[in-house]
Every structure is written in C-alpha cells, then in structure tokens.
C-alpha cells in the first residue's frame, strides 16, 4: 500500500514526507520514518510511547538514532531494520511482546521506501499494540492455557517412555487417525508405520534418544483405523532427563494434503511443458554468454527460416548467423542487457516463393534482485498482420480484421447512455457465452474476476473514469469454460468540453500463454542454479582485475578453501605466475578471449592441483569484463598418464633389451657351436686310437666348457629377467659390506687397495639380500680390476637419502672411461673398454638387470685416468 502510495505521489510532485508529516499525529498506529543513516525524520507519540517501553528513553531529544538505541529490543526487531536499511527486502512484518509487570504485545510491519521528490531513502516502522495482559494473570492461566491448547490443536501431542512406548497422547488422534487416546497407550511409536518407512523412523528415533533435548522433525506414513496410510509431519524432543517431564516429547500433524499438492505441482510442470512444445509461438532462452540454454518445438521447426545452423543447446547464437549480421546482433544484445525489450521483424521466401514475415521479441531475463542474466525470443509469424495492418492504413473498415489477427478484445462504455460495445473477440478472451446488453451485467462481469484481483480492477477503472487516468495492468479471469485466464487490460477515458468523463474504452488481450512461458524460465533459472550448486566441476567467476565474484562447492572442496575464503581471493592467487601454462593461457585469452587447456592451481595448504580448465572472457550489460572458468581435477589422470608413460618406457627398454640378448645369444653360442662341429670333422672315426684323435678330445673339452660357461651365464641373465616376484628383507649395508670385503681381500691385498665406507646416514634398506650381495661384489671387484697402474685403488662407499630414493655411491680413482665414446653400450652385455684386462663383460649387464628389477636405476660420471663413480638408486618403500 505504502509502496504504491509513494509511486502515485511522485507522479502527482507530492512530496511523501510532507504528506507523512501530517498523517503521523492522526493515528492510534505508532510510526517512525528514518533515512539509511538512522536520521530521525519524522515520527508520532504512539511510536514514542513504544520505544520509551523497551529503551526507557524518548525519541525526541535524538536527532541521531545509535544501534545502542535498539539494544534492548528483541532480536527479531533488529535484525529486521537491519535487512531493511540494507535494502536487503523491501518489507518485513513481525510480532514481539514486552515482558514486565504487564505484557503486551506489538505487531511490528517495517518498509523500505524512497522518495525522488525528497531525495530520501530509508524505512518506514509501523507499530501496532494488539494485546496486554497482567503478569501475574498469566502466570495464573499458565497451566490451563497448555491444556487448553494441547486438547483442542488440530496437532497430536504424545509422549513416550524410554522404550518408545506411548504414555499419553492427545485427543486430537482421532481426528487424524480415527483411534481413541486409550486405544494408542501402550503401543510402541513404530507399530503404526508404514513398511517402507519403518528404517527410516528407527533411525530417526535412534537420534533422538541419543541427542537429548535436540528437535528433530521427521515425515512419514501412518496407518489410521480404517487401514488407510496417511503423510504426517512429526517433531520430537528427547526430556527423559528433565525430572518434571520424564518422557520424550512428540506433535504431529496430518500433511496428506500438502503431499497431494506436491504431486499436483509435478503434474503442473509436465502440462506446462507439454503447452510449451504445443504452441505456435517460438521461444529461445539464451544464457549471459548468448549460448542457448533450452528452446521449443516451433524454434526447433522454424529455425532454418531465421539461422544458417541448427538449433542446439549449448551453441552460441552467434555461431547461428552470418557474419555480416554479428555486428548487428551484438548492438542489439547490448541494449537488452541495458534492461531494453527490442523487436526486430524478418522477412523470407519458402521454397514455393512465398513470402513469411517474422517478429522477433528479445527481453531481458532478470533474476530476483532484478540482475540481467539472460535474454528470451520470441518468434510469431506476422506475416498476414503486416498484411492487414499496411491495407488499414488504406481501408479503416477492415480494422476489425486487424483487431481479430492482433487478439485484441475491444470494450466501449458511454457513461451518458450507460451502453456498451463488445467486439466479438472480447467474449472469445473471456469465454463469455453472449454479449452484454445492460449496465446491470457488469456484475456479472465484477463476479468472474480473480477474487484477489477484483480491487485491483475496481481501483483502475474508477480512477480512469473520475480522474482521466489511463491504466495498463494484469488480472486474472475465471471463464465460464472453467479456466482461468491472464488477462491484459488497457484502457483510457474520453472527457467532454467541461472535463467530465463520457466515454471509457478498453482493450483485452489473453496473455496466459505468455505467462506460463514466463514462469516456465523461472523454473529453468531455478534449475541452472542447482546445476550451478552441485556440478562436479569447479566453476569461478571473476572480474577483469581478478577478484573472485563467485564459486560453486565442488572448487571449493578441490581447493580446500572455504567459499568465504574463495570470494576474499583474486584469481591469480591461485596461480603459479611463473609457469609457462599461465602465460600461454594469458595470450590465448589477449587473442581469442578464451582458454582450453591444463593449469596448476593452489590448494589452499599450499600444493598445486593439476586441472584442465575452460575459461571464456564475457561482458555484463554495464560493459564490465568478467572470466568464466569452468575446472576439472585431473590428479588422478595425471597419475595415470604417468604411471602409463613409464611402462612404455620400461617396455621399450625391456625390448631392447631382449633384442640385444637375442642377438648376443645367438653370437656367442655360434663360436663355441661352431668350433665343436670342425673337431668333430677332424675326429678319425675309423681309428679311435689315433694319437691325433687324443689332441682332438682336449679340444673338445675346451670347446664344451666355453658353451658351458656361455650357456651359465645366460642362464644367470634369463633368471634376473624373469624373476618379477623379488622377496625383500631389512638388509644392512654394513654387513653385507663386510661380506662381500671377505671375498675380495686377496685381490684388494694384491693391489695395495683400501676402502672407505660411511654408512652413517643410512644403513638399512628393503632389498633382497642375495642381489645387494651381487651388485656390492660386481662394484667392488671392478673398481679393484680395473684400477690405474700408476696409483693404489682408493675406492669409497657412501649412502645418503632423498625424498624418492635410497643412493649407494661407490666411487674409485682407477682408469676411468670415455663416457662420449662408450655410454650408450657401457651397461651392455660381454662389452669391455678395457682390452688388457681380465674379465667377460658381464658385472654391470648383470648390476643393472638386477637393480632395475627391484623398480630402481644406475647413473655413472667417468674420466678417463682419473676415476669413475657409479650412483646406485634403490626405489623407498611405502
């Protein structure tokens, strides 16, 4: 009332604070006018005497008031005005009541209002007394009051022991459930359940004798007398351990007939989506990035008339049209999203040459805080309308046809004659059977409007014909068919020379199909929210300057940030500025204003998550620029491609070296093989006693070991390879130091050689003994053979540890290698790079096998005549 109060007062250059001025003092209702700073403004002595009640203080001696002014008001009050003045709503109402010596009560209805005319914005309190009582009156009244209440609710109240067994239960139970009080004593609160809801209401009863004095609600199904289970809605509070109560206390009621509306509401939705695909007009509805977000069957039948593509949820409609035509529509989408509706008319021809005209609708889709996110099209085929409407320019007589093609019901009322006119469409909109031929029908008219909407349609038109003012508003009709209609009503009225109204003229026009449209988008947008709120990707948006604006739950779990926390970021924070990702993403943002691709962002304990992102820049209708980033955690596609890469790379290596054993195999088993054979062509098989013969058979000797040494070796090889399921051990470096030292002291002695170890910082390992045994050997008895003539060998053993791995060095200062020349066949096997020496070629082939086995790897740094050091990783175990 107040609202609309204000409006019609600018309207007329009325001032409102003026017109508060003189009302305050002639009213019982307390008011108060204060501007968004708590200014005092204006205010009347029942408002005074109210807050002299809960202050102590009169408000006339303040030009200020202070939040300490409210102190003592309930907190229902100040949290109200607070919403208020932040115009966080535009009204609230509540009741408190004053506890002293005498109570009393107040019905409280605050309002945010403006006034243009004053240059004012703030709240308007109204405070209304409704009730006193005496104190000691109601302490009194106290007990009868509860059972007064308790016996005549429309709500059961019941109570329980502690094995949920009823003790009493209120009267009102066989209103609800047809059962007397005495019938339900003694029965155990699940009996009556229904099947399907007995798990769900053990749990619910579980809790509640677990959390005493915790409310908790539950709505399920009970069965009543007659057999027939019915929807009520229960709340319980546990008070066994309150001596005076003794029990758990419950109050249902019968919810049956919400849970009907509920389903009438699911069946609402599918009509509206079946007149949706039903009707002739098309509708588009496009996001804030012009990408479409649903449309309809005509759209869909229509859209190779207006768009070179297909239509398609998700698209943008841009990507809809020609390039010529971008400029153009980006204009147009600028002045929608400034709040402006624009129509836009096109023309085509069909296949048979034949010419359709289409008008084409573009609204603002706004949220309920009146935000632009969205726009809605329309679509109608107007061609006949244009038609008709350019010949009513020529021909005023086929005006009629006009109002027929536009739906325009028309109404003419002389209020000298007290006579009406009707166009034939005015009783199709309304559904009326037959024309009006009285004034006196215009009850009947009054009585088939929406009872909500009849003062609303009795102000308009009075005030059009006492006043003169034109009037343009909404009502609903229930028509004699039995729907009801959204009607839309313009009218004005035509005065004579002396100012007197004569003549009120009226258009109608049925806009339900329109509304239905209208609350079918807001459906959606509720929808979208929720998509919003629950995607399983992250989703950020920010500004130009990156301050983060808004994030859904699932970034927020991702990043371990608290949604609070997230919105107090700029975007950048979360990035590794440094990383060559980011600044790819930078450029192809300056370029293209978007980005595809893989980033690294900070968690909120201070690792980076990797994530595939999909940023878009856009711009609201102010012009401002904001990033929309749509992120996917790819930890575990990270760890995957990971763990996928190096089994290529350890099946590669596995090749080669397969091909390489195959071919050395086959090389070193031909010599022996073949040495054999031309023995054995020499051999005299007519006289095994040939002295010749005996030479043979030393050489054949010979020849057999070399293949058995061959084939050992191989076959030491192919168990190395093969043996994939390794048993590991605590092993001490130490001790298997100082066994492996035993069996290479004669050699050690002979060279004069001296070995440091310093197992200091770690000595044991999860390692298979008898391989640690090898690889110390084959180190050691290299580093010893292979030691320079010029200096005695100096070897020395060190261990340390990393994050990943386990490192044994063992570095010498003996001949050394040509890394350059050699490194690429250094681990081969039967390769030697040192011709003077003993040995097969076989110690380090065999090492490496062996620690690579066990999931670890082998690095060598060598100079020739200076030394050689061969760092040995064994894999940590978890």
């Known amino acids: 009332m107040i609202t609309g109060l204000v409006d019609r007062m600018a309207l007329n250059n009325i001032s409102f604070l003026t017109y508060i001025e003189k009302l305050l003092p002639e009213t019982n209702t307390g008011w108060l006018v204060v501007d968004n700073k708590l200014r005092i403004i204006s205010y009347n002595a029942a408002y005074n005497q109210f807050h002299n009640l809960f202050s102590g203080a009169d408000v006339g001696f303040k030009e200020n008031l202070e939040e300490e002014d409210f102190s003592s008001f309930p907190e229902s009050f100040i949290s109200a005005l607070k919403t208020i003045l932040s115009c966080e709503t535009e009204k609230a109402k509540l009741q408190i009541d004053y506890l002293g010596q005498i109570i009393s009560s107040f019905s409280i209805s605050m309002l945010h209002i403006s006034s243009e005319e004053d240059k004012f914005e ?462 790819n993403m930078h450029d192809a943002q300056k370029e293209t204003g978007s980005y595809i691709g893989e980033l690294f962002l900070k968690h909120n304990k201070g690792y980076y998550v990797p994530v595939e992102v999909t940023s878009t820049l856009m711009k609201d209708g102010n012009d401002h620029c904001y990033l929309s980033t749509i992120i996917r955690d790819i930890t575990e596609k990270k760890k995957t491609e990971s763990e996928q890469k190096a089994l290529t790379e350890e099946l590669l290596k596995n090749n080669q070296d397969l091909q390489q054993f195959s071919f050395i195999t086959s090389h070193n088993l031909r010599a022996p093989v073949a040495n054999l054979l031309s023995l054995l062509s020499l051999y005299n098989k007519e006289n095994p006693l040939d002295e010749f013969n005996q030479l043979l058979i030393e050489k054949f000797e010979e020849a057999t070991q070399q293949l058995n040494q061959t084939l050992n070796d191989l076959v030491n090889v192919l168990v190395i390879k093969s043996n994939t399921n390794i048993e590991r051990e605590t092993v001490s470096f130490t001790d298997v130091f100082l066994e492996v030292k035993k069996n290479i002291d004669n050699l050690l002695h002979q060279q004069k050689g001296v070995i440091k170890a310093n197992f200091s910082e770690v000595d044991e390992i999860q390692y298979n003994r008898i391989h640690l045994e090898s690889i110390f050997l084959n180190m050691l008895s290299n580093a010893i053979r292979y030691s320079s003539p010029d200096r005695n060998p100096e070897i020395k053993i060190t261990s340390y540890k990393t994050d990943d791995w386990i490192i044994v060095e063992f570095a010498d200062n003996g001949l050394g290698m040509d890394l350059n020349r050699y490194r690429d066949r250094l681990f081969g096997l039967y390769q030697r790079f040192h011709g003077n020496k003993e040995g097969k070629g076989l110690g380090l082939y065999m090492t490496r096998s062996q620690v690579t086995a066990m999931g670890g790897k082998i690095e060598v740094e060598s100079e020739p005549g200076v030394g050689t050091k061969f760092k040995i990783y064994f894999k940590l175990q978890d």
């Open 122 to 583: 703030g709240a308007l309190i109204m405070v209304q007394k409704k009730e006193t009582k005496s104190l000691m009156s109601t302490k009194s009244e106290n007990e009868d009051f509860f059972k007064l209440l308790v016996n005549t609710s429309t709500s059961v109240y019941q109570l329980t022991d502690a094995a949920l067994v009823f003790t009493y239960t209120s009267a009102a139970i066989e209103n609800i459930l047809g059962y007397t009080a005495s019938e339900i004593l003694g029965k155990n609160a699940i009996e009556l359940v229904h099947a399907e809801d007995k798990e769900h209401v053990r749990d619910w009863l579980i809790n509640i004798r677990r959390q005493p004095e915790k409310l908790f609600t539950s709505e399920y199904r009970l069965k009543n007398k007659n057999g027939i289970y019915i929807w009520i809605e229960n709340n319980a509070r546990n008070m066994l351990n309150n001596s005076s109560i003794n029990a758990i206390v419950m109050n249902f009621r019968n919810i049956q007939a919400k849970k009907v509306a509920d389903e009438a509401l699911i069946h609402a939705e599918q009509r509206l989506s079946l007149l949706l695909n039903n009707t002739e007009e098309s509708f588009i509805l496009l996001n804030s990035r012009l990408r479409i977000v649903t449309y309809n069957k005509a759209a869909q039948e229509r859209s190779p008339f207006f768009y070179n593509t297909e239509l398609q949820s998700g698209l943008s409609v841009l990507d809809l049209i020609g390039r010529d035509e971008i400029p153009d529509y980006i204009s147009l989408f600028e002045q929608v999203f400034k709040g402006k509706e624009i129509e836009r008319e096109t023309t085509f021809v069909d296949a048979d040459k034949v010419t359709h005209i289409y008008s084409h609708t573009f609204r603002p889709v706004l949220t309920t805080h009146a935000d632009i996110h969205g726009v809605f099209i329309t679509s109608t085929e107007i061609t006949e309308r244009k038609k008709l409407t350019e010949e009513v320019a020529i021909h005023s007589d086929r005006l009629k046809t006009a109002q027929n093609i536009a739906r325009l019901g028309y109404l003419e009322y002389d209020t000298t004659s007290k006579t009406f006119f009707c166009s034939e469409l005015f009783y199709e909109i309304l559904g009326l059977p037959g024309p009006l031929e009285n004034c006196g029908q215009l009850a009947f008219l009054r009585d088939m409007v929406h009872p909500d909407d009849k003062e609303l349609v009795k102000k308009e038109v009075k005030k059009s014909i006492l006043q003169g003012k034109d009037f343009n508003l909404e009502f609903r009709f229930n028509s004699t068919d039995g729907n009801t209609k959204v009607i839309l009503a313009m009218g004005g009225s035509e005065k004579n020379d002396k100012g007197k109204t004569v003549k009120l003229r009226v258009t109608l026009q049925d806009i339900t199909d329109s509304k239905m449209a209208i609350l079918a988008i807001q459906t959606l947008e509720s929808k979208f929210k929720s998509l919003f709120e629950n995607s399983i990707d992250g989703v950020i948006l920010s500004k130009e300057e990156g301050d983060i604006v808004s994030a859904n739950p699932a970034v927020c779990d991702m990043l371990g940030y608290t949604h609070a926390e997230m919105i107090g970021l700029k975007s950048f924070d979360l990035l590794d500025v440094n990383s060559p990702l980011v600044t």
